[in-house]
């Protein structure tokens, strides 16, 4: 394992570092410590390059004050050198809390402090608010990528945290976990692709909706026809198009809609105003008017390059029946069929997705408990868990919605 050096001199200035095997770790309290080019590089590498791990977005949540330590996310950036070369890279958060991470582990918080130990803080190599599945280990090797996770435990253990998690990973970061002994966790996503039974893209939003039963045909037809019906119509604006009178009408309606569920948003305006400076290709939103009066609307992330869209924000000033359902799937998936994009993933949970044809995925997690007893204990409810997860998706796959009879769709 590595060794710490002592001082910032023996690291050249960048703060506390250690040696693994012939890299150099240093732990960095911000991603602006970072060249964004060397990290972006990195993530270019990667087989799941989710745009939420560009180095834009993180430096938004940063510096917009959501992911900071006075919002109970303290950022120790782990990075690994060779001289002046990044070979490996993960935002890592101690956390006093576990909010705005969307893999519930307040079971396990509880264990603890049922047993007068302390959870908190924990380490957390995540995208804050984010679950979206993707790279997290950046690495330009599988050798730095082991090396970057056993970088990761030995500084919880000097840190004498109680544990690191490792929120939706890709399969690369999988097997390096595995490698260095974390240990696995499964939930399910509900992700809607651009392949229709049989082969081939979709060429139209009623070429989709053959595709399914009846019975969901027929659900879907009248859930737009509410809306409709109410007078509502939809347009779109993507990247640069997105007007600053635009974005601000998006934020109120997200606003509104977590301060009426009695909570505050994750995200300021500041974030989104960053992300409208620093990475405006990546966002599309759609909004929702009625007598010409815009009263609701979505935002999406989209990755023009792998044509991937994700189903991210929304929010509404009036009420109309059905209106999240349109603006939320129908709209974002008409656009991706007409544009091409083979993927819409829709976000955390939400069995209800699989109506409106968002199949259910599996997506991992890992994590590493200091104390030997709760990790063994961790350990068995896993593997129950686990058992518990495969029998929910078999249970998932006898709903599946789309006919079984491909052959017949033209």
């Known amino acids: 394992m590595g060794i710490w050096l002592n001082g910032p001199r023996s690291c050249g200035g960048w703060g506390r570092c250690l040696t693994e095997n012939d890299y150099v770790t240093r732990v960095l309290s911000s991603p602006l410590e970072i060249d964004p080019a060397q990290w972006n590089a990195l993530l270019a590498l990667e087989a799941d390059p989710s745009p939420f791990i560009r180095h834009e977005y993180l430096s938004a949540l940063h510096e917009s004050g959501c992911a900071r330590e006075p919002a109970g996310w303290q950022p120790r950036f782990v990075t690994l050198w060779r001289g002046q070369m990044l070979h490996a890279a993960c935002p890592m958060y101690l956390k006093n809390h576990s909010y705005g991470e969307y893999v519930f582990d307040w079971a396990w918080a509880n264990a603890y402090a049922q047993h007068g130990l302390e959870y908190y803080p924990k380490a957390l190599v995540a995208v804050p608010f984010t679950p979206v599945p993707g790279a997290r280990l950046l690495a330009d ?200 994009y083979l993927r819409f993933e829709g976000g955390a949970q939400g069995e209800h997705k699989m109506a409106r044809a968002l199949l259910p995925v599996s997506t991992t997690s890992a994590h590493w408990l200091a104390h030997p007893s709760f990790a063994d204990a961790v350990a068995r409810f896993l593997e129950r868990e686990g058992q518990g997860i495969e029998q929910y998706l078999d249970h998932l796959a006898l709903r599946n919605p789309l006919r079984h009879d491909p052959a017949s769709i033209n």
Not at 182 to 207: C, K, S
């Open 141 to 340: 090797s599988e050798r730095a990528r082991l090396a970057l996770v056993r970088s990761l435990i030995q500084h919880a253990k000097d840190e004498q945290l109680s544990s690191l998690h490792l929120l939706f990973t890709q399969p690369q970061d999988v097997v390096a976990a595995e490698g260095a002994g974390l240990m696995l966790r499964h939930t399910v996503q509900f992700h809607w692709t651009n392949e229709r039974p049989g082969g081939g893209l979709y060429q139209g939003f009623d070429h989709f909706l053959a595709s399914l039963q009846q019975e969901k045909r027929k659900k879907i037809r009248q859930e737009r026809r509410k809306v409709a019906d109410a007078g509502v119509v939809f347009r779109w604006a993507r990247g640069a198009e997105i007007s600053a009178e635009e974005w601000s009408f998006f934020y109120r309606c997200y606003e509104r809609t977590y301060l009426e569920h009695g909570n505050a948003p994750y995200l300021n305006r500041d974030f989104f105003r960053r992300m409208a400076q620093t990475m405006p290709d990546h966002w599309l939103l759609f909004i929702a008017e009625r007598e010409g009066r815009p009263i609701a609307c979505s935002l999406i992330g989209i990755d023009p390059d792998r044509r991937v869209a994700y189903g991210r924000y929304w929010g509404a000033l009036e009420r109309v029946d059905c209106l999240h359902f349109e603006a939320c799937y129908y709209q974002p998936l008409a656009w991706c069929i007409e544009q091409g």
